[in-house]
């Protein structure tokens, strides 16, 4: 243990001391290393999908859930999915430098705000390998060095993945030590890295529950948590009803074991006797499993070959990360809006209606980092957004709320420039 928290120390200490050349490191720069990464991904294709093949056997035999080897694995398809995430980081505007909010006071002085990296980023991760590449290229792009600790499961993908961009990065010009990779999966070192303050400026966590719980509650430093994800989508009495399944059947289906994927379908009971047999028709075509109020229930016995559950009290704010659905029938949007208020998690919201006023009121009144109106919730993603990779999705309410990209890893300072100005 000893020897991995000198590891993880002398890391940090060298990810402090190339962050302070990376601030000022030119956009051109920083965008031919990152093209550079993306190159690397792909020439390096069979070392790391033999790596990840293994980390996805030894996991399978250790009994990892269907959702969290979804996430584990890498596919040739996947590897290009990120290596073209990291092309449109390049592209992307370079925040780090911009002056705004300038503006002189009555007395002379001049003020403006400069946009700054935030320093060293501490990334703990669970499962999910691509977290390693987007994490990295989008601390990069921001001026930030990062110190990545991925868990056991994901090792050897991690490793191989960090060792290309580490060569890359470093081959185009990025100071030596701005991507460092801590080796030893010890839950107790993640205790170690939360105490380390004076080298990590900011932590963000990526995985389950517990891990996000555990270091917001044991973190000296300020933390981004967010990820966990009940998103409900509320089908209205005067929704087009073709749309409705359409998004509904989207939300769930398209890839149930991330955190923007539906939970639970909300229907309006003037249009529940004609929309539920329907939606239930084409989610029984991809195995989904249903779990019904009393009332959606009666409804959908009367549609053979459905995989129906009578709902229980823990399925209402449950994240089922699977081809799992809780249902509920409403009487109005109001209880719609109570059932969301209760259950969600700040996550992905979403309304399906032709009712321009519900369409206003829901986007209002539903406090989450992502609210939609006649849209799947599965567009809460970086790359969706425009934003490249992602660093992770904020439900917090700070400076960084929804998926997080380049703005969200600056801060900034206040530059004042006067002629001989002293205060009376």
Known sequence: MQAAIKELEEKCKAAKAASRKLAFLNTETKNKAILAIADALVANQKTILAANELDYKESEASGMSTAMLDRLMLSPGRLEAIANDVKTVATLPDPVGEVFEERTLPNGLKLSKKRVPLGVIGAIYESRPNVTVDIAVLCLKAGNAVVLRGGKEALRSNKALASTVQQAAYKAGIPQGAVQFIESTDKALVDHMLKMREAIDLVIPRGGAGLIKFVAENASMPVVTGGIGVCHTYVDKDANLDKAVAIAYNAKV???????????????????????????????????????????????????????????????????????????????????????????????????????????????????????????????????????????????????????????????????????????
């Open 254 to 424: 398209q890839r149930p074991t991330v955190c923007n994927a539906l939970d639970t379908l909300l229907v309006h009971s003037e249009i529940a006797e004609r929309y539920l047999p329907m939606i239930a028709r084409e989610w029984a075509k991809a195995n989904v499993e249903m779990h019904c109020d009393k009332h959606s229930l009666a409804i959908l016995k009367q549609v053979p070959s459905l995989k129906l559950v009578p709902a229980k009290d823990d399925d209402w704010g449950k994240e089922f990360l699977a081809l799992i659905a809780a249902i509920k029938v409403v009487d109005s949007l109001d209880e719609a809006l109570e059932h969301i208020e209760r259950y969600g998690s700040g996550h992905s919201e979403a309304i399906v209606t032709e009712d321009k006023k519900a369409i206003e009121r829901f986007l209002n009144e539903i406090d989450a980092a992502c609210v939609y109106a006649n849209a799947s919730t599965r567009f809460t993603d970086g790359g969706q957004f425009g934003l490249g990779a992602e660093i992770g999705i904020s439900t917090q309410k700070m400076h960084a709320r929804g998926p997080m990209a380049l703005r969200e890893l600056t801060s900034y300072k206040w530059l004042i420039i006067g002629d001989g100005h002293v205060r009376p």
